[in-house]
């Protein structure tokens, strides 16, 4: 009797503890991509960053960086300011960095927001 109640606990006790495992990893994913994104939002550049945080702790945390930016420099300047938000909390984390480079559609883009941004003074 007791061998069949510890054969049905078990693995719901398993079930439970990976559950608040991997709320634990998402809370930390969705904390890393809010501190990220704030960072972000300084920018106002088209630029998106996605976090995700691997079950097994060792594993760095990836954060991927989407968007577009009218220079090389920019680029750089915008993949520098993740890594520093990170780098304190997570030294490991790595940064996958899918940013292109679009010179021109982005100075359409840029008089277009200057225009409408003229027009709301």
């Known amino acids: 009797m007791f061998g069949i109640i510890l054969a049905i606990l078990g693995p719901v006790g398993i079930a439970v503890i990976l559950s608040d495992i991997a709320r634990k990893h998402e809370e930390q994913a969705l904390s890393l991509q809010a501190r990220v ?11 998106a960053a996605t976090v995700h945080v691997p079950l097994w702790r060792p594993a760095a945390a990836i954060i991927t960086l989407t968007g577009r930016v009218p220079t ?4 750089e300047a915008v993949v520098q300011t993740v890594f520093d938000q990170i780098w304190v909390t997570w030294p490991s984390a790595q940064i ?3 940013i292109v ?4 559609s ?7 927001t200057f225009v409408l941004g003229h027009d709301k003074k």
């Open 37 to 47: 994104s704030g960072a972000l939002s300084d920018a106002l550049l088209p630029i």
């Open 72 to 75: 090389p420099q920019l680029r």
């Open 96 to 98: 996958e960095n899918r």
């Open 101 to 104: 480079v679009e010179p021109y």
């Open 106 to 112: 982005m100075r359409h883009a840029t008089a277009q």
